[in-house]
């Protein structure tokens, strides 16, 4: 007999289905919220007391863990809508079911997750308007209209969700899939803009603006056209699309390190595929979304720019550099182990230019973990004739940086074609051509890459800026765009001549994509941590100062305890909201077995995205 | 104890939680976990080797006016504030240097007279240069000096005058501020370092 389930489970069943209760859940913290907002609102209010601390803890731990967290799952809310219509549009246009059904899987996991992404926006809020109300008052007199707006946005996003998801079997045919997906579309659409409402009031806070005179429409219009405000929301928007990617590549591994039979090996190795593409894909151009903030952050206050990258926080990009590096190399090495394994007889072949290419990238990341300065005793630096070192200094500086970046984002792109392109032989006659064209580019793209770097040291900083870095970042990108166009058209007609072999994945490659989704989680917080310092000592830059006992930026390492705390407990958040939305299917896999009598094997969960095989016991 | 070698203690114990597990438990769930611990432990223990500088906010210091005698105790106090809440050798050098990104100022105060330093602190785009190679206009070079009695940095008079006299001894040039310029505390107008207290809307620095 089937146990019945107990109280909590029931109650998180509903909450995990039940999108209803998740605008529930937003409309009641808007209740409570808005007499706080009004009064804040009310130009005439001010707060008697600027800070109230919480024991034990400090307010302002609690509230970077609390802010930290949410901001993880609102990435991972705004990740994974993104890549599940990307899998519908695939499926759409290739008509493979499995892509579809992927989509649909990870569709489910949304209403769990924006109920938790909800609930610690709600925490953040309360917490936020305790313990530092002066400045939520100060914040809420200017952008009280966009609160209005957002509150807006969150019922258009619930109810597109409604129609999305349980709109997926009725609307999965002809014209009705071309609606699901606009509703997909629209999904994304009021998602961005949940996105960047948000990122106005932290980018106001790190470069705000002189605020005109004028309605409060206007003065908080003003006030969200901040110069960061869109390298910000470009940024996340595509980080965001990365996390998504790794963090479906992360449940794929621990599904396949824990696969009992063939079906559910292949299955998952086929989705840590997908999700490892996904989030190369998103890689890929993020490095220069990053370098456009950090231009724009410059442009708005050097002095800002500085204490970012040359003051106390230069350390911070050495870690940074660190974590993309092992990104970028766990990435390819999924990549290449993939080309190994999966397709019979191509280890010979792949041999050599995978060695190539990882001592390209191993190089480069030495360069890139190359610091500016070394921490050096008067003894050590009279030795060296200053604190930059005459060999390793010449590493340190941006114009190295940026070259060896970019060149890193041109091998992992290599790797990513190399994958793309195994098994399979052209058919169309200009193929050779094209491939000589794309090679002879390749070569060229490079050492411009490398020549503009080293011309970099000659010339005034402004100029590199300026002129070559974004050369460089030019010439990658039209690598990337012209190559996926061309290699996309000479495959189109290609003919397969090995087929990949799903499911023979050795054991490290599961453990390779939780490493991918880690370091893209302890990035997002460590560049949260950089974007919150580089304010120092201001809640708003040069406008609000801080003035209660934490107006400090603490060490790195103890920043960096605090973001692996984070990280982990996102991680088991994360393992959470799947576990509850695989929840109902466990019940009625168990069901389903009894009344069909199947065997054992129909009472495992059908996961998101779940075996075909497994679907076909049910 | 010091709370680095704290952290790194409780670093080293997740990583050797982390090995544990791997070790010892047959659970795949459990072990990924075992897998997380180490890599955290790791960029914890990785963070904790690098030098440790926490940014704590410039001491809201006041100059006693009352301890200034002559004018080289205020190049003294000058020096303090250009090295530290002036922030000027973030930019700056004095002498030649590979990493400095604005003007050498060795000799600056030789070069300019006092009103024209106090102009270039307080209104950096007052005197800009200009761009003659090319038709038309003549294009302005702005200046990428900041309004240093302004938010953030925001020195007071007194602090600025202190800076010129810095800057006009380190040049070996006599010092043309005299202690009785400064303003004493409650005579005059308060210094322009004014946080929003309660101001509605912001007035911050442009772009």
Request: with cysteine; charged share 10%.
């Amino acid at each position: 007999m089937m146990e019945r389930p107990g109280m909590i489970q029931r109650l998180i069943r509903l909450i995990a289905e039940s999108p209803a209760a998740v605008a529930a859940f937003v409309a009641a913290l808007g209740a409570l919220a808005a007499p706080v907002l009004g009064m804040a609102a009310d130009t005439g209010y001010t707060s008697a007391v600027a800070y109230r601390d919480v024991p034990v803890v400090g307010s302002r731990n609690l509230v970077w863990v609390i802010a930290q967290l949410h901001l993880l799952l609102a990435g991972f809310v705004l990740g994974v809508p993104i890549f599940a219509w990307l899998c519908e549009v695939v499926a759409w246009k290739t008509g493979e079911k499995r892509y579809d059904k992927l989509a649909k899987e990870f569709t489910k996991l949304l209403s769990s997750a924006y109920s938790t992404t909800a609930l610690f926006g709600g925490i953040l809020l309360f917490i936020l308007i305790g313990a530092y109300p002066k400045l939520m008052a100060y914040l809420s007199d200017i952008f009280f209209p966009s609160f209005m707006v957002y509150c807006a946005l969150f019922l258009l996003e619930t109810a597109t969700l409604y129609m999305y998801w349980y709109g997926w079997d009725a609307m999965s045919e002809g014209g009705s899939k071309v609606f699901h997906l606009f509703l997909g579309f629209m999904l994304n659409f009021f998602a961005f803009f949940i996105m960047i409402i948000p990122n106005s009031w932290a980018t106001f806070q790190a470069s705000p603006v002189v605020i005109a005179e004028g309605s409060d429409l206007a003065r908080a219009w003003a006030a969200t056209w901040n110069p960061t405000w869109w390298p910000v929301n470009i940024h996340r928007l595509i980080a965001n699309v990365v996390l998504g990617g790794y963090i479906c590549g992360a449940y794929a591994g621990i599904r396949y390190l824990s696969a009992r039979t063939p079906e559910e090996r292949e299955h998952y190795d086929w989705m840590g595929y997908v999700g490892n593409f996904i989030g190369v894909f998103g890689l890929l151009p993020l490095p220069f979304a990053g370098y456009w903030l950090m231009r724009e952050i410059y442009q708005y206050n050097q002095q800002m720019g500085i204490t970012l990258m040359g003051g106390f926080l230069s350390w911070l990009f050495i870690l940074q550099a660190m974590l993309i590096g092992v990104l970028f190399l766990g990435s390819n090495y999924y990549f290449w182990m993939g080309i190994t394994h999966r397709i019979p007889g191509s280890e010979a072949q792949y041999k050599r230019p995978i060695l190539t290419m990882l001592v390209i990238l191993l190089l480069c990341l030495g360069v890139w973990m190359t610091p500016h300065s070394l921490v050096a005793s008067l003894e050590e630096a009279q030795k060296m004739g200053g604190t930059h070192h005459p060999l390793l200094g010449v590493f340190g500086v941006m114009s190295a940086k940026m070259t060896v970046s970019n060149l890193m984002v041109l091998v992992t792109f290599m790797s990513f074609l190399m994958y793309w392109q195994a098994g399979k032989q052209a058919t169309v006659g200009w193929a050779r051509v094209a491939k000589a064209i794309m090679n002879a580019l390749l070569v060229i793209a490079g050492l411009a890459v490398i020549a503009l770097g080293v011309y970099g040291y000659f010339v005034p900083a402004i100029i590199r800026i300026n002129y070559f870095s974004t050369s460089q970042v030019g010439i990658v990108l039209f690598v990337l765009v012209t190559f996926t166009l061309l290699t996309s058209a000479i495959l189109k007609s290609a003919k397969t001549t090995t087929e990949m072999v799903w499911g023979r994945m050795p054991p490290r490659a599961g453990y390779a994509l939780v490493l991918n989704a880690v370091m893209v989680i302890l990035l997002m917080t460590l560049m949260g941590y950089a974007r919150s310092s580089s304010r120092v000592h201001w809640h708003v830059y040069g406008v609000m100062r801080d003035s209660s006992q934490y107006a400090f930026s603490p060490a790195l390492g103890y920043a960096a305890v605090l973001m692996a705390a984070n990280t982990f407990f996102f991680c088991m958040i994360v393992a959470f909201i799947f576990w509850v939305a695989t929840m109902g299917d466990k019940g009625k896999n168990a069901h389903g077995s009894k009344e069909k009598g199947a065997d054992s094997h129909g009472a495992l969960p059908a996961m998101a995205g779940g075996s075909q095989t497994l679907d076909k016991q049910i | 104890m010091s709370e680095v070698v704290k952290l790194q203690l409780i670093g080293l114990s997740v990583v050797g939680s982390g090995i544990l597990i791997l070790l010892f438990i047959r659970s795949q769930f459990l072990r990924v976990i075992g897998f997380v611990f180490i890599v955290l432990g790791l960029f914890s223990l990785v963070a904790l080797a690098v030098p440790q500088m926490a940014s704590l906010p410039p001491a809201e210091e006041s100059i006693d006016i009352a301890s200034i005698k002559t004018p080289a105790d205020m190049a003294s106090i000058g020096q303090k504030v250009f090295f530290s809440k002036g922030q000027c050798a973030l930019c700056h050098s004095i002498g030649p240097s590979e990493s400095a990104r604005c003007p050498d100022l060795k000799g600056i105060g030789a070069k300019l007279s006092r009103e024209f330093i106090f102009e270039s602190l307080t209104q950096p785009q007052a005197y800009i240069y200009l761009d003659y190679r090319h038709e038309g206009i003549p294009k302005e070079y702005p200046a990428r000096m900041p309004y240093i009695n302004k938010d953030p940095i925001g020195l007071s008079k007194n602090e600025i005058l202190s800076i010129i006299a810095f800057l006009q001894q380190m040049s070996g040039e006599p010092i043309s501020v005299n202690p009785s310029e400064l303003e004493m505390p409650g005579k005059a107008p308060a210094a322009p370092v004014k946080t929003a207290e309660a101001a509605p809307v912001a007035v911050a620095q442009a772009q």
